[in-house]
């Protein structure tokens, strides 16, 4: 186990087998090292678990459980060639991060972040008509990228609270969701109508840079980027670019391309908000995170499959 998360996980553990807690998140190397001759592994999304990796751990590894819904970090063909079973955290953290994506959204429509600057130092000199104006949240136009869980939840708050239009891309399919109205539609049309664009897909080859400065270009020059996914689905250089040009009116960053590194510039871009990698963040979720990434790895060392897995056919291996 990597770090020490919230919750029961530890104890969970700690009853059913032997736990090394490392404390921090290693270099590769010193991770390799840590973990030879382990049975399960709990990583964080920042642990690269590559074949490297998995020849390090050796032939007892048995499950590779994230701490994480996401999974770019996992080399899963890699897993799966080796018997090694993948599991990860869905759902429990579904609506922590919708709930932020939202307050990114409201948050950098209405310019909350320059108008608390404002106020902390000292500049706001009375009320006036034109001072810092905003973009209209209630029923304007929300594309949302990316149209699984998350993306879904992020389409009901903005639809049922908002009253917000709400058009969907998703590679795989945008399936009717019972009584929200949502249009799927190209990636191309949801980017040149929306006022607002949230970005909900994981990352993969196909994702990586899904929004560069061709797509940036063609959105309304009003218009506001909210990412709570993974950095390298937008362009992040191509993006303080944009901004920095007007192209579009600002962005809510949760996720950055070279994280915890980001873009030069970005931190410059008065008209961004920007997070460090909180959309699960609350006690709660975290804690829920932990309990199923433990139970994941307690099922596979029982003789099953983790609760949440990502390579069943492991199941099927002779």
Known sequence: MTLSVPGPAEALLREHC???????????????????????????????IDEAALDAAGPHLQVV???????????????T??????GNTPEVLTDATADLAMTLLLAAGRRVVEA???????RYAGWRPDYLLGQEVTGATLGVIGFGRIG?????????????????????G??????????????????????????????????????GAAE??????????????????????????????GVIAGAGLDVYENEPQMAPGLAACTSTVLLPHLGSATGK??????????????????????????NPEVAQRP
């Open 81 to 86: 060639k080796r018997g090694v079973y993948v």
């Open 216 to 245: 940036l270009a063609s959105m309304r020059r009003s218009a506001i980027l909210v990412n709570t996914s993974r950095g390298p689905i937008i362009d992040e250089a191509a993006l303080v670019e944009a901004l920095q040009k």
């Open 18 to 48: 032997e736990l090394q807690v490392l404390g921090e998140i290693l270099a590769p190397e010193r991770y390799r090292e840590a973990i030879r001759g382990a049975d399960a592994l709990l990583p964080q999304l920042r642990d690269r």
């Open 116 to 122: 608390d600057h404002e106020m902390r130092e000292g």
């Open 152 to 172: 879904r939840a992020v389409a009901r708050r903005a639809a049922l609270g908002f009253s917000m239009r709400i058009l969907a891309y998703d590679p795989g």
């Open 285 to 310: 979720t975290r804690a829920a995170m932990g309990e199923l990434a433990a139970r994941n790895v307690l099922a596979v060392l029982a003789g099953g499959a983790p609760i949440a897995c990502a």
């Open 174 to 211: 945008v399936a009717r969701q019972g009584d929200l109205d949502v249009e799927g539609c190209s990636l191309e049309r949801l980017l040149m109508e929306s006022d607002f664009v949230s970005c909900h897909v994981p990352l993969t080859e196909e994702t990586h840079h899904l929004i």
């Open 65 to 79: 459980s994230n701490y994480a819904v996401g999974l770019d970090n996992i080399d899963i063909p890699a897993c």
